[in-house]
């Protein structure tokens, strides 16, 4: 069955430090999708960023990036000099190409200035 | 091009009342979920409509049922309110899957008293 594990709760660094996020997967598909959303105080989710399991490229966008690694089912997220704007709840999510999302319980960033 | 547009934001009803939410999705996206977000239970899947038939469905009770329209606005209902029906309740819209990408709006607050 599909599962997406965010052990870190809540995380607060100072402003500029660097921070990754973690996120395990546990899927029995060989095809499926995992992605990173950000969910800021007004409540809609951002989309961040989706791979598919073919690809295990890491990605750069900015201060953000991503490091997929099946060895290991995960998919960290990691911001590089946090800024205080960058406080939200973020979450890992996988649809093992089965249409829907099953989210991780997220974890809450806070940075401090 | 117009977002996810979700209406009401806010709602307070009462237990045994139901209510309905509505989505309009992004102009040429036809596929439509619903989520639940709960502080216990995280974000779980409620379903998913993709061209007026609903395609996918998570497990809720049958008091949530949901339907889309020929232009792909989705309303979802809840029958027989209860507390733990407290929730924010989020629409996504994709072009033809959450396995590409989902766009989500801002939520529709539901609180059961």
């Known amino acids: 069955a599909q599962k997406v594990t965010q052990a870190q709760t809540e995380i607060s660094v100072v402003e500029k430090e660097d921070v990754t996020l973690d996120c395990v997967y546990e899927?029995?598909?060989?095809?499926?999708?995992l992605f990173w959303y950000k969910q800021p105080p007004s409540g809609e989710l951002v989309f961040l960023i989706r791979r598919n399991s073919f690809d295990e490229q890491n990605e750069i966008s900015g201060r953000y990036s991503w490091n997929f690694q099946k060895s290991t089912s995960s998919f960290n997220f990691t911001i590089t000099a946090s800024q205080v704007v960058d406080s939200a709840v973020y979450f890992c999510?996988?649809?093992?190409?089965?249409?829907?999302?099953?989210f991780g319980q997220g974890t809450t960033l806070q940075v401090k200035p | 091009k117009a977002g996810v547009t979700q209406t009401p934001r806010y709602l307070i009803k009462t237990r045994g009342q139901q209510v309905t939410l509505s989505c309009s999705p992004i102009s040429g996206h036809r596929s439509v979920s619903w989520y639940q977000q709960t502080p216990g239970q995280g974000l779980q899947f409620l379903f998913e409509?993709?061209?007026?038939?609903?395609?996918n469905k998570g497990n809720f009770p049958g008091r949530f049922s949901g339907r889309q329209f020929s232009n792909s606005r989705s309303e979802m209902n809840v029958s027989t309110l209860e507390l733990g029906d407290s929730a924010l309740y989020l629409c996504a819209s994709s072009l033809e899957s959450v396995n590409t990408e989902a766009f989500f709006g801002q939520g529709t607050r539901l609180t059961v008293v």
């Open positions: 999510a996988d649809s093992s190409n089965t249409g829907k999302l099953i």
């Open positions: 409509y993709f061209s007026e038939t609903q395609r």
């Open positions: 899927t029995r598909d060989t095809t499926y999708y």
